[in-house]
């Protein structure tokens, strides 16, 4: 490429004769120059086009491409200028290396400008992939920026006439030996990756574990996910194990809210019309029970002692299920000791079949 600038450049060098420093400081104007049309021309057109669509990192892709193109030109230009004055060896060669290093440089932080901002128009997009979101965000741009520099580092290499091969055989080696020596680690990365992508669960998400653990998400890593349960007591769990578990998320679903079940057993002889409208009562006056959806009463079965009743009511967060249960019951309790409902215990008769002699 530069062989053909420079013979397009020749006939209009002619005109400083024989005079390489003079060509090479010519050059070097002509590419500032340029340099400079592209910054408040080029630059300009190309932003102008670019606010005129509806999309907003555009904007954002040709702000970041001001620098790399500006620096390439001034570059292109130094290493002509370079190739005229005609350094020796090995000088010439160290000079052209700094050069192409430097260009690489520049482009690199380009490349990682512009993942960035597409990675993140992408997760603040309605319609956008569902493995990118809020939540894996860092983690795909932590990924594309080793990608981008791992690439970035064996480019500046070549460039300094540097034998590769060796190094990739040996970094394939040592990666066969790290993932068998961190495989557990690796299972737990890669799983995190899934949850994160799959979103079963978010932060502030009240979940039960198969184990029977439950509390609220409080950090999902790369490596675990943490939960405080209702005794304040944090739970780390490794990811490979979240990811192949059965997790009851009690905050999901289209709501938050939680449904709670006030078991209430009667005894046998009892109202049940007034059983219904005593515990609809108490559902529909209580501040902490959802009206919306309506809360319910249910006739179970005929249990061993009582009439079995479930008074079913949302609430608005599952947290709350444990206070509200408490407050509710004693409604009942109270309720019922007014109104005349008995609440049976279990009761056994003994029948005496005959008294020893």
């Not at 894996?136 to 990924?143: A, D, K, Q, R």
């Not at 799983?191 to 669960?201: L, T, W």
């Not at 959806?293 to 947290?319: H, K, M, N």
Request: glycine letters at 6%; a negative charge.
């Amino acid at each position: 490429m530069l062989n053909e600038i420079q013979i397009w450049l020749a006939p209009y060098l002619e005109i400083f004769g024989e005079h390489p420093w003079l060509k090479a400081v010519a050059v070097i104007l002509v590419f500032l120059a340029l340099a400079w049309i592209f910054d408040n021309i080029i630059s300009v057109t190309l932003k102008k086009l670019t606010a005129r669509t509806r999309f907003g990192f555009d904007d954002q892709i040709v702000e970041h491409l001001h620098s790399p193109i500006y620096f390439s030109v001034i570059l292109i230009g130094a290493a002509l200028a370079i190739n005229l004055v005609e350094i020796e060896a090995p000088f010439d060669s160290i000079i052209f290396s700094s050069l192409q290093t430097i260009a690489y440089i520049v482009w690199t932080v380009f490349l990682i400008r512009v993942v960035r901002t597409i990675l993140r128009a992408i997760a603040a997009n309605d319609q956008r992939l569902a493995i990118v979101h809020h939540q894996t965000l860092p983690l795909f741009e932590n990924i594309a920026l080793i990608v981008i520099v791992v690439l970035a580092v064996y480019v500046v290499f070549s460039a300094w006439n540097v034998d590769m091969t060796a190094w990739l055989a040996s970094a394939g080696i040592i990666g066969i030996a790290v993932g068998f020596a961190a495989k557990d680690t690796l299972a737990n990365l890669f799983s995190g990756v899934f949850i994160m992508a799959d979103a079963p669960y978010k932060i502030g998400d009240y979940v039960v574990l198969e184990t029977g653990e439950r509390g609220a998400i409080t950090n999902i890593g790369i490596r675990s996910t943490r939960m405080m349960t209702r005794d304040d007591i944090e739970i780390t769990v490794p990811n490979s194990v979240m990811g192949n578990t059965k997790i009851i998320n009690e905050s999901g679903g289209p709501e938050e809210k939680y449904r709670i079940r006030v078991a209430v057993g009667v005894a046998y002889g009892s109202d049940i019309d007034k059983v219904r409208d005593v515990l609809m009562d108490i559902a529909l006056t209580d501040e902490n029970v959802c009206q919306e959806p309506e809360p319910r009463v249910r006739f179970r079965q005929f249990g061993a002692s009582s009439l079995d009743f479930e008074l079913l009511c949302w609430i608005e967060q599952p947290v709350l299920r444990g206070r509200i249960l408490d407050i509710l019951y004693c409604k009942v309790y109270k309720r019922f000791i007014e109104e005349g409902v008995e609440i049976p215990y279990s009761k056994h008769d003994l029948y005496i079949k005959e008294l020893p002699k």
